[in-house]
């Protein structure tokens, strides 16, 4: 508990106003609450005939005498009217009373809430951005374990658990026990006997119902595990919709859905049976425990006397309150602790220290100058090394291609030239200075990259290429367009660059998306590109036109190109030859030929020359 709250805290801070006001209309409203049943007292007095005949206005002798004074005030004033015989204007003023002190306590409670409200939902807000920004600085790796459904569900559905559940913290800690306080106060000064009997009921009521919501946490936190594995399982459709439907998968991935949500359902279940227990439960709890004070304080006043009938139902009504606040305060426990295991599902994902922070004295990579050089570099995703002492330079200006077999490792090399990962061993210079020294966005501001499978956004074409460059103008758009053969295309549709191009660029074909992706990366216009061709077979004609293209962005610009057309890299100033994390064959198109390996292999299966 006190651990949320420290990291709760600097969310709160912000709002430290609402929190001070919060409290004082809190203090206000059970003090408040309190007086509204005391001030049934002196109604009943009048209605019963019983109110106490004071005919001296009585005198002020200090603070401590303020409850007898305030009575005995009120008392002689009504003797007043009685002995005049207007009853009614008595009657008007105890019903006055009640009704202003009612107002008050729940004006007060009213603004109260309001700045529980202030406070609660701008420190969701807040965390929820906090939350978004953590997880798109995280670095690549840290998704590659983790379901997508699994964080969603966590910005999502968390952060609303926290919302409903955790804040009512405020009014545990503060209105509810206050109310609780002040009425045993005031309870005692009526009549101690009483008291002391209330005091031992309604802890043994309370524990009771504690004992219910022992196991919930534990169980709540299956329930959102499970919620996780569901919205994962409903990602994984929409994305993978054709796939599923093409292989006839349905009735599996319904399986799968059906089994999580089954399995939430009892959960559900269960938490639903305790929490719909304990409202029930503790009101019946509570009327046995009245009936016994009913009882004996019947006793008190008909056989002992020692208290007044109108009193003793005043304090019954004391005694009542006490269990509406004690109700509320084991409801919000349960409550809470479905809060906290929110809250800490939400702070473990805050909490993820980024694995490749900059370097402390991160210099800034402004221009790229002269070379690329990776020296004996090993790396491993999990177990297995996937490169194994790689080692290539690339000077300004030149295009270096790799080509090799599916799984040699070479767009890993594009991750690691963006440093989406860091190297187990060896290193990556540019320009003589490792790249771990240089700050990753301006690294990544050298660089344009078009990755192996095109990545759109669900938005208007102009929107998806300002991803490269925010402050393009639309000429600069369609000139991008232009160089990398997708204009004819765009110019074509309905809005033009306005149009959207839906889910993952669903509406267009690959070769589409691919030239869209290129002009992307024309449009960020750094000097060095990193080109990783999808492998999806595409027509010839619009073959054509990715390579062209490409060709297009190549120049001028330091590339490196990930092939699988090879005619694309004939002209390329060094061809990479790669197996299995390793060069095997190095050199220009040409000489590699000559030599009859590998790349002479590949070439002759692409029946190219
Ligand atoms: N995120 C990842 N986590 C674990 N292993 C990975 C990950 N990405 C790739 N690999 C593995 O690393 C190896 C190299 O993958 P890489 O994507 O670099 O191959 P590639 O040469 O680009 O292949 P292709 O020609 O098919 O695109 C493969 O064996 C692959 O299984
Ligand atoms: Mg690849």
């Known amino acids: 508990m006190r651990e949320i709250i420290v990291q709760l805290w600097p969310f709160i801070r912000n709002y430290k106003k609402h929190v001070v006001?919060?409290?004082?209309?809190?203090?206000?409203?059970?003090?408040?609450?309190?007086?509204?049943?005391?001030?049934?007292?002196?109604?009943?007095?009048?209605?019963?005939?019983?109110?106490?005949?004071?005919?001296?206005?009585?005198?002020?002798?200090?603070?401590?005498?303020?409850?007898?004074?305030?009575?005995?005030?009120?008392?002689?004033?009504?003797?007043?009217?009685?002995?005049?015989?207007?009853?009614?204007?008595?009657?008007?003023?105890?019903?006055?009373?009640?009704?202003?002190?009612?107002?008050?306590?729940?004006?007060?409670?009213?603004?109260?809430?309001?700045?529980?409200?202030?406070?609660?939902n701008g420190v969701l807000t807040d965390l929820r951005k906090h939350m978004y920004k953590h997880i798109i600085e995280l670095p690549v790796s840290f998704y590659a374990k983790r379901k997508k459904g699994d964080i969603m569900a966590r910005i999502?559905?968390?952060?609303?658990?926290?919302?409903?559940?955790?804040?009512?913290?405020?009014?545990?800690?503060?209105?509810?026990?206050?109310?609780?306080?002040?009425?045993?106060?005031?309870?005692?000064?009526?009549?101690?006997?009483l008291s002391i009997f209330v005091l031992f009921f309604i802890?043994?009521?309370?524990?009771?119902?504690?004992?219910?919501?022992?196991?919930?946490?534990?169980?709540?936190?299956?329930?959102?595990?499970?919620?996780?594995?569901?919205?994962?399982?409903?990602?994984?459709?929409?994305?993978?919709?054709?796939?599923?439907?093409?292989?006839?998968?349905?009735?599996?991935?319904?399986?799968?859905?059906?089994?999580?949500?089954?399995?939430?359902?009892?959960?559900?279940?269960?938490?639903?049976?305790?929490?719909?227990?304990?409202?029930?439960?503790?009101?019946?709890?509570?009327?046995?425990?009245?009936?016994?004070?009913?009882?004996?304080?019947?006793?008190?006043?008909?056989?002992?006397?020692?208290?007044?009938?109108?009193?003793?139902?005043?304090?019954?009504?004391?005694?009542?309150?006490?269990?509406?606040?004690?109700?509320?305060?084991?409801?919000?426990?349960?409550?809470?602790?479905?809060?906290?295991?929110?809250?800490?599902?939400v702070f473990e994902v805050l909490e993820t220290e980024d694995s490749m922070p900059n370097h402390k004295n991160a210099k800034e990579l402004s221009d790229f100058k002269s070379a690329i050089e990776l020296k004996d570099v090993v790396f491993k995703y999990e177990n297995e090394n996937i490169l194994t002492g790689f080692s290539l330079a690339v000077k300004k200006g030149q295009t270096v291609a790799l080509v090799g077999q599916s799984g040699s490792g070479k767009s890993t090399i594009a991750s690691l030239l963006t440093r989406f990962y860091d190297l187990e061993k060896g290193s990556i210079r540019i320009d003589g200075t490792d790249i771990k020294k240089f700050s990753k966005s301006s690294l990544r501001s050298q660089i344009g990259l078009v990755t192996q499978d095109s990545i759109l956004f669900n938005n208007s074409i102009k929107n998806n290429l300002k991803v490269g460059n925010e402050n393009a103008t639309d000429k600069a758009l369609i000139e991008a367009l232009k160089v990398a053969n997708a204009w004819e295309f765009v110019k074509d549709l309905p809005d033009g660059i306005e149009t959207n191009i839906g889910d993952a660029g669903n509406s267009l074909s690959g070769g589409q998306k691919q030239r869209l992706s290129i002009a992307r990366a024309v449009l960020k216009n750094a000097p060095i590109m990193i080109l990783d061709e999808a492998t999806s077979a595409l027509d010839t004609e619009s073959e054509r036109l990715v390579q062209q293209a490409l060709e297009n962005i190549m120049k001028n610009r330091t590339s490196i190109v990930i092939a699988h057309r090879l005619s694309t890299i004939q002209n390329a100033d060094q061809i990479i030859v790669m197996k299995a994390g390793k060069i095997v064959e190095q050199g220009q198109h040409k000489e590699l030929l000559k030599k009859q390996g590998m790349y002479h292999k590949l070439v002759l299966m692409q029946s190219l020359d």
């Open 203 to 345: 802890p043994i009521t309370g524990f009771l119902i504690s004992q219910i919501g022992k196991r919930l946490k534990r169980q709540s936190l299956k329930a959102q595990q499970e919620s996780g594995q569901l919205i994962s399982t409903v990602e994984e459709t929409l994305s993978g919709l054709k796939i599923i439907k093409s292989y006839n998968a349905e009735s599996n991935f319904k399986k799968r859905f059906s089994n999580s949500a089954d399995t939430i359902l009892k959960l559900m279940n269960k938490i639903g049976l305790k929490n719909n227990l304990a409202g029930p439960l503790s009101e019946f709890l509570g009327i046995i425990t009245i009936a016994v004070l009913l009882w004996y304080g019947g006793k008190l006043v008909l056989i002992e006397e020692v208290i007044q009938g109108t009193t003793f139902i005043g304090f019954m009504g004391l005694a009542y309150g006490i269990l509406t606040p004690a109700k509320a305060i084991s409801k919000a426990s349960y409550k809470v602790k479905n809060g906290i295991a929110a809250a800490d599902r």
């Open 21 to 120: 006001l919060n409290i004082v209309f809190n203090l206000l409203y059970a003090a408040f609450s309190t007086l509204a049943f005391v001030s049934l007292i002196p109604m009943l007095n009048v209605l019963f005939d019983k109110t106490q005949k004071i005919t001296k206005a009585p005198h002020w002798k200090g603070l401590a005498d303020l409850k007898n004074y305030a009575n005995d005030t009120l008392n002689y004033k009504l003797t007043a009217f009685l002995e005049a015989g207007n009853a009614q204007m008595a009657l008007l003023i105890v019903v006055g009373i009640v009704i202003s002190t009612f107002f008050l306590k729940n004006l007060f409670g009213y603004l109260s809430m309001q700045h529980v409200m202030y406070l609660k």
């Open 156 to 193: 999502l559905g968390d952060i609303n658990e926290m919302q409903n559940s955790f804040f009512i913290i405020l009014e545990l800690i503060i209105r509810e026990p206050l109310t609780i306080v002040f009425s045993l106060v005031v309870m005692f000064t009526l009549s101690w006997q």
